[in-house]
């Protein structure tokens, strides 16, 4: 009798617990329905942090009902839960640090919107930006400078305030508004200039002037969009200039294929899916303890096995604190005037620059442009100390680019506009063992920009006091 009943306790323990389990399986699944359902809910296409680790979650709830309570893969799995319960505090104090100290980690994409007039540009009081859709604390009615530039100028890799136009109105105690977005290109400066800039009544328009894209940028602009007909070259064989622009794409893919090794690649998948859906990932990212790259062994070891006249030699310029990469093919491919892409970019750019400036005589306003150089010029130098030679191909886009800056020198010169060189204060920076890039991206960090934004309001009070 005694038997039978703890029979009968035994088995409604049972019962209770496939129950149990049935239920945790239900609620289990129903969270990771809910983390897949919330990708349709919401604001930007693609899973992000949050649906994420709703997910995993939901499916370790799912696994641990599948066990039973004394098993030991239902401790694993407990352990496991453990681990992420204790990372989700986390990764909210990451979202609210990067919340409160916005940064590029391609959240900007998520943000951009086509224009009628530009290629693209922000939407109103996207993180960072003003109600204008501008990387500015406020929008403003008025201006006394006002600067127009691409992804240099406004501030890839850095929070707000430490882009570089934001640290020359800090310097100058004057206000200083940005019209600078990622991808512009010259065309696009022109537009702003005649449309946003002159609305503002500034007393001075800075153009960041960046040769590493601005070019074929602008080519691009302007045989895709509808709005600068007048400005096409009419005898032009279109079919030959979209086979330009697409022949230097091919050339930067294939580089970039030639440079990563095939683990480095894989590797670089895994960051960019950590660094990218979650918020602790881009916090690491952006705080400098992460590098770029999951294994840059692999990299410098690709280097090594390169002889100094491989056609896909790329460089590499190290000191006890940092080493920096530089892939001189590919920025290369953006200057080459042997591209008829580039050419057309660069004819163009000389046509709307002269234009500008007319404008800006018959408004009595200052035009500055300010030359951004790549990061291969700024550590040229130095590079060449350390290895007692550049590459060939280093050499070469060296040769491109110096001539590029000294045909715009001249060229500007001629039509009095004033010329800021941004390698000065760079170059000086990096000679002084300042790290002022990342390891492999092209934009500057932090003090890179505050080099920058300082020497250029220092240039503009001698150009002040000259006047």
Do not use: C
């Not at 694993?76 to 990067?98: Q, S």
């Not at 153009?207 to 600068?228: A, K, W």
């Not at 005037?337 to 000389?350: F, I, K, P």
């Amino acid at each position: 009798m005694i038997s039978r009943i703890g029979f009968e306790v035994t088995e409604q323990q049972h019962s209770k617990n496939r129950l149990y389990r049935i239920w945790i399986a239900l609620f289990g699944g129903l969270i990771v329905i809910g983390g897949l359902a919330s990708e349709l809910l919401s604001y930007s296409p693609g899973y992000g942090a949050y649906q994420i680790w709703i997910i995993v979650l939901g499916f370790l709830i799912v696994v641990l009902s599948l066990f039973k309570s004394d098993s030991i893969f239902f401790s694993i799995t407990m352990i496991i839960m453990a681990v992420v319960f204790m990372l989700l505090p986390l990764e909210m104090l990451a979202k609210l640090y990067l919340s409160l100290n916005p940064t590029v980690s391609n959240w900007w994409q998520d943000y951009m919107i086509d224009d009628d007039l530009i290629h693209h540009r922000m939407l109103p009081n996207a993180i960072d930006h003003d109600s204008n859709g501008w990387r500015n604390p406020t929008a403003l009615d008025n201006a006394n400078i006002v600067v127009i530039g691409d992804s240099q100028t406004w501030g890839s890799n850095v929070s707000r305030d430490e882009a570089w136009a934001m640290v020359l109105g800090d310097t100058l105690d004057d206000s200083v508004y940005s019209l600078a977005q990622p991808a512009y290109g010259v065309a696009d400066y022109y537009t702003l200039f005649n449309h946003e800039a002159l609305a503002l009544n500034p007393q001075m328009i800075i153009i960041g002037l960046y040769f590493g894209n601005d070019l074929v940028d602008t080519t691009s602009r302007v045989y895709d969009r509808e709005g600068y007909q007048a400005w096409r070259d009419t005898q032009i064989d279109t079919a030959r200039l979209a086979e330009s622009e697409q022949e230097i794409i091919s050339t930067i893919e294939r580089e970039r294929q030639v440079w990563i090794p095939p683990e480095t690649e894989e590797n670089e998948s895994l960051w960019l899916i950590v660094r990218d859906t979650t918020n602790i990932g881009r916090l690491l990212y952006r705080l400098n303890l992460w590098s770029d790259f999951t294994s840059n062994t692999s990299i410098a070891s690709l280097y090594d096995n390169l002889p100094i006249n491989d056609p896909h030699r790329f460089d590499i310029y190290s000191d006890d604190s940092q080493a920096i990469y530089f892939y001189p093919r590919i920025r290369s491919a953006v200057m080459d005037l042997d591209y008829s892409a580039v050419t057309e970019g660069n004819r163009l750019a000389h046509d709307l620059l002269a234009d500008m400036q007319s404008t800006a005589n018959t408004y009595n306003i200052d035009l500055v442009v300010v030359f951004i150089p790549t990061k291969e010029l700024v550590y040229a130098n130095l590079v060449q100390v350390q290895h007692g030679e550049l590459s060939p191909s280093y050499t070469r886009l060296l040769a491109l680019e110096t001539t590029l800056r000294d045909d715009y020198l001249e060229f500007l010169n001629q039509l009095d506009i004033s010329v800021i060189d941004g390698l000065v204060p760079l170059r000086q920076a990096a000679e002084a063992g300042e790290i002022i890039y990342p390891e492999l991206d092209g934009h500057p960090i932090a003090k890179g920009y505050q080099r920058l934004g300082e020497y250029i309001a220092e240039e503009l009070q001698q150009i002040d006091t000259a006047k």
